[in-house]
């Protein structure tokens, strides 16, 4: 499948198409940032409170594979909980850690639909249904006295006063005992609706099953990370669909299962391809191509900074492949309204990813940059991750690179005309982006179609 470049012909740094990053870990898992913030850790910390550590040999999954897979397939809790653990060891691995070996899972098989089942059991008992015998219509036996369902004794009864008996006892004891029966059965069938009933888990067994679903998706998300497990996990649909669900259901699901869920998603979405969700594969959960893209806006627009940064990471990631573009084109305003809306936070990485996911959003077509140069404050706070600057250069480069797929296209230019002064400032001021702005600058007028423009924007005509 052919993808779209993700670098850009103007810039310097980041030129050539490069895979992208994984997400790093949470804050605490590794040994720090940089080598002297982790030798200073190290150096205050006691040894006492370092812990045990635990050495897998690599040898262990290939002898022991089918084991895993069955205990988590048995459901025991003993089981569950040994190979939950057990994966856990097998699929962290730290940023420093020296071990070449990883455990793809293609030496396991099954493994990855037995770690999903055990999130959809999850589920499946995660939300209180109203559990209600329907009423069915009865067409077997229509035309006879008794067809043998329902309440018999009401037919008898009612046959019993239009038609004559030779003798009274006889039909007011037939229908004692039928409605003594029916009343047995109905009290044993109530049995299985009941959410009470024999086979429902308390509040401590409800938890234990939250538990090992938030285990799984952790163990799913680790995997993730491995380059050997990226196709497979990408184009395994039930994995994607349990994933998607996940984060639909984010103000009522459990936090770290939505966030495992989230950032599983996005190492998979380079090789991620939307029409799945409509391709012959089997499906579980029925997700639409629409059903995930409106999940992702959900993620979006959450008020929590790991989510909403997560979903515009993801959706930069998807839209470099064009086969994504249909789906995500319906809810491009909306995007640019929220990632504008994310540029003016406080916080850096929100900013960060907001910026990564419009520069590739502006390279789509020229309805995403007419859209976006119309989008209000888009101009000024671009300007203003320049000005301020961002501490990463990277993402001024891009801000500064968007701006100039916004300049060349014609209909944006009486727009950017207004921002003239501020492109010569930053064109004089930083000389790392000097040459982006000078041929922004270029574009707006030295065009021989721009003169009674230029002319507007330095004289107000």
Known sequence: MQKRDQGKSGGAAGGSATPAAKRGRPFGSTSGSSAGAGSVADAVAPTTLLGPTLQVHSSFTDQNNKRIVLAIQSGLKSELTWALNTLTLLSFKEKDDMRKDSTPLAKIPGLLDALLQVIDDWRD??????????????????????????????????????????????????????????????????????EDGLFNLDDEGRAEKQQCAVAASNIIRNFSFMPDNEVIMAQHRHCLETAFQCIEHHITEEEELVT????TIVNLAPLLDLRIFSSSKPSYIKITEKRAVQAIMGMLGSPYKAWHCAAAELLGRLIINPDNEPFLLPFVPQIHKRLVDLMSSQALDAQAAAVGALYNLAEVNMDCRLKLANERWAIDRLL????????????????????ESLVSEPQNRSLLLAYENAFAEILFSEGRYSDTFARILYELTSRPNNKMAAARGVWGM
Request: hydrophobic share 35%; net charge positive; proline share 6%.
């Open 384 to 403: 203003k991750v320049i000005r301020t600057p961002h501490p990463v250069p990277e993402v001024c480069r891009k801000s500064a690179m968007i701006l």
């Open 125 to 194: 008992i995660g939300f209180p249904k109203e559990h209600q015998k329907r009423p069915r219509l009865r067409t077997f036996g229509v035309n006879s006295i008794v067809s043998g369902f329902g309440h018999e004794y009401k037919a008898l009864g009612s046959i019993n006063n239009t038609l004559p008996h030779s003798g009274v006892g006889s039909g007011s004891s037939a229908m004692e005992a039928l409605a003594q029966k029916h009343a047995s059965k109905v009290r044993s069938s109530e049995l299985w609706f009941d």
């Open 260 to 263: 495992n869920a989230l950032e």
